[in-house]
Each structure stands twice: as C-alpha cells, then as structure tokens.
C-alpha cells in the first residue's frame, strides 16, 4: 500500500457478474496482503479529484501549477521604460516637482537606487513604490503622465 495521496488501491474487478468479488478501497495493509495471498486483482489509480479541490476554482492555484510544471523561467515583470522616461521627465523639469533623485527618494522613503532603476525602466515592478512616486509627482501610477495636463 502506497503513502502516497494522489493514489487509491482497489482490490476486485470492475465487472459486474455474480460470482467476482466486488471492487473495494483497501482501508489498511492487512486487507491488501491478504488480497495479495488469495490471488484477487488489485489494481492501484491515481485520484483525479479529492475533496478539497472538487468545488474550488481558484485560478491563481491554476497559474501557478502551470508554471510549476512548465520548464522555462517566467520573467519577473519589470516597470518599464516609459513610466520611467515619465518620472524623469517630471523630475527633471523646472517648476515645483524639480528635485534630485535622492530627493524623490527621501520623500517617499525609498533607496535612491530604487529611484535611479524605477526611472531606467529595470525596477521589478512594485506598485507601493510606482503609488508613491505618482503621489509626490502627481502624475499616474499607471502611464507616469501628469494628472494636471503638463506634459
């Protein structure tokens, strides 16, 4: 008898006549050595919906058995160039958002390497800090445009 929970011993046959034996789930390994003595069929099959995932429909729990059982890496999702470019641009440009990059930093209490990759477009996303940034610079979180139609 396997430990393992993806499987299920069966000992019997499936087929319906009067005289087989009945197919029964082996409960403990006394039943299976004497199925196994006797001469009775026993079969082992792998289980194809257990009890806690029969009614569930979780698409994260999906996702991630794909990329478990895919062999490639999946690349980590980076800011982007763009929303960089923005950040730089509204920095940069005189007027009341004008400041350093250790500036930017301090005000919203991150690494100025933070800054300096967030604006190359090579940060590993992080939305907390893309929310904070955006608030000082007032621009969107999402584009990195400027909420008050200054370009």
């Given at each position: ?23 029964t ?18 079969a ?19 996702r ?44 919203v209490?991150?690494?100025?390497n ?32 400027p ?5």
């Amino acid at each position: 008898m396997s430990d393992d929970w993806d499987t299920v011993t069966k000992i019997g046959s499936k087929t319906g006549g009067g005289s087989s034996q009945r197919e029964t789930v082996v409960r403990g390994k006394g039943a299976l050595n004497q199925a196994q003595r006797s001469g009775t069929i026993v079969a082992t099959e792998k289980k194809y919906a257990t009890g806690n995932t029969v009614n569930k429909a979780g698409s994260q729990g999906q996702r991630l058995t794909k990329v478990d059982r895919s062999d490639d890496i999946v690349p980590v999702q980076k800011t982007g160039a763009e929303i960089g470019a923005n950040i730089r641009n509204r920095r940069s440009k005189e007027g009341p958002y004008k400041m350093t990059q250790a500036e930017l930093a301090k005000k919203v209490n991150a690494p100025a390497n933070d800054i300096k990759l967030l604006e190359s477009g090579e940060a590993i996303k992080n939305q907390g800090l893309l929310n904070r940034v955006a608030r000082v610079l007032k621009i969107s979180p999402k584009t990195g445009k400027p909420l008050d139609g200054e370009e």
